[in-house]
């Protein structure tokens, strides 16, 4: 993947914290002309990150993988290799869909021998498809298009075959009230089953999902052992998982 330039990047936080953002704004911001800003949201464009519209951009909300992925893809990949260093060779694990998750799955395939990958992410397994170090077994279930993940009772079904050490999942926020949290029901509801089936749950998400709350419970906190992250993590978050007994892994932003 194309690395993201620094200004990109910038911009992609901007419209995240603030939702959309003028064009005449982000030259301001980033002191370039209006016409090196329109450059940088055409190719974002492109590439599915963001949507245009008459003298603005916003955040494309979709929840395709792609979309994700080139987001923070450095720091995502650090996590990523941090997490990996968990995972024997000759290990059976679960990893559940979510940019991280993809990256993970990819440093494990390039890194680990004779590992068994157990997921629910037709996206993971394609991903990871043409190393030959890995085999993947993908859950069966109902096919969500744009997250490319199976859910629903089928999956659970299939998921019940296993018993893992490891389960690595993404999330879409936390809080101290309601845990991580989720912004699917089906596909959360995936997420606890799947997270029965292993002695573990960890994970693997950025710092800046723990700004957010999911529209729907993922997993309480006292169900995962680890959090695997960047050192952005809020204090009172990371004071409160530790007091959970949840360990932190980090690596520096």
Not at 82 to 96: F, H, K, R, W
Not at 118 to 141: C, E, H, Q, W
Not at 180 to 204: H, L, P
């Amino acid at each position: 993947m194309a690395k993201m330039s620094e200004r990109h990047t910038k911009i992609l936080e901007l419209l995240t914290e603030n939702d959309k953002v003028e064009v005449t704004k982000l030259s301001e911001l980033l002191q370039v002309s209006q016409v090196t800003i329109r450059k940088d949201l055409d190719l974002l464009e492109q590439k599915g990150l963001i949507i245009r519209a008459h003298g603005f951009a916003t955040l494309n909300s979709s929840d395709d993988i792609n979309n994700r992925l080139a987001y923070h893809y450095d720091l995502k990949q650090k996590i990523a290799k941090l997490a990996c260093e968990s995972v024997e060779n000759g290990e059976t694990v679960m990893i559940e869909s979510g940019s991280c998750c993809a990256l993970l799955a990819l440093e494990i395939a390039q890194t680990r021998k004779d590992v068994t990958l157990i997921t629910n992410s037709a996206f993971i397994a394609d991903y990871v498809r043409k190393m030959p170090t890995i085999r993947i077994i993908l859950l069966g279930g109902e096919y969500q298009k744009e997250s490319q993940v199976m859910v629903g009772p089928m999956t659970r079904k299939c998921a019940e075959t296993f018993f893992v050490d490891k389960f690595f999942i993404g999330t879409d926020g936390f809080s101290e009230a309601s845990g991580f949290t989720g912004n699917d029901y089906m596909r959360s509801e995936t997420v606890r089953d799947m997270a029965k089936q292993a002695a573990k749950v960890i994970v693997v998400t950025e710092s800046s999902k723990f700004n957010h709350i999911g529209n729907v419970n993922l997993l309480p906190t006292k169900d995962v052992a680890c959090v695997v992250s960047d050192d952005g993590i809020p204090s009172s978050c990371e004071q409160y998982l530790l007091e959970q007994n949840v360990m932190i892994k980090k690596v520096a932003l």
